[in-house]
Each structure stands twice: as C-alpha cells, then as structure tokens.
C-alpha cells in the first residue's frame, strides 16, 4: 500500500491549503490516520489525528485552523489548513495506522511567507 499526498505548495500568512493523502489499496483493521510535520532543525510533531469511529485530536498550535477528515470510504484522509502562519512552514506526512504497524506518506512541503 501507498500513501499519495497531494496540495501542498507555498502561500501567503493568513491563506489555506488543503492536503490529500490517499491509499492505493486497502488496509485492513484500520484504527487511525493522522498527520506530523517537520521543520528543518525540529523533531516530528503530531499535528492531527483522526480514529476509525472519527474522533479527532489536534496539536494547541493548529487548534481552531486546522481541521482533519476522511472520505466515507477511508482511502483519504485530508487537513485542511487555514490562517496558516510562518510556524506552520514544515514538511507534513500522513499516515494510516493498523493495531500492528504504519504506513507513511512520502511528505509534502508546504511553506508559509510573504
């Protein structure tokens, strides 16, 4: 299974983005999907995450801009960013977790400057 994000990109302090993570196949008992980011010189961090019964959970930072979503199929999941700041310039990863193990996305860059 591959995780294809798409929509990231570069856009002004105040605007929104809208990442898409989609499987290729599916994955059995899944329990959650989520995003992190990266910026450079920081660790990972857990920005949202999303259960299998739709319960979602959020970082401080991104709370009140940030939203997560899944199709009704479970095959994508989505973070849609809004009043993005220069902190939220990163590379973000999606994946789907299963009671044993994950699946990542390749990342995707997104950049928040005037």
């Known amino acids: 299974v591959q995780l294809v994000e798409s929509g990231g990109g570069l856009v002004q302090p105040g605007g929104s983005l809208r990442l898409s993570c989609t499987a290729s196949?599916?994955?059995?008992?899944?329990?959650?999907m989520g995003w992190q980011r990266q910026a450079p010189g920081n660790q990972r961090e857990s920005v949202a995450v999303?259960?299998?019964?739709?319960?979602?959970a959020y970082m401080n930072s991104v709370k009140g801009r940030f939203t997560i979503s899944t199709d009704d199929a479970k095959n994508t999941v989505y973070l849609q960013m809004d009043n993005l700041k220069p902190e939220d310039t990163a590379v973000y990863y999606c994946?789907?977790?299963?009671?044993?193990?994950?699946?990542w996305g390749q990342g995707i860059q997104v950049t928040v400057s005037s």
């Open positions: 999303i259960t299998d019964t739709g319960t979602t």
């Open positions: 196949g599916s994955i059995f008992n899944l329990i959650g």
């Open positions: 994946y789907f977790s299963t009671a044993s193990h994950s699946h």
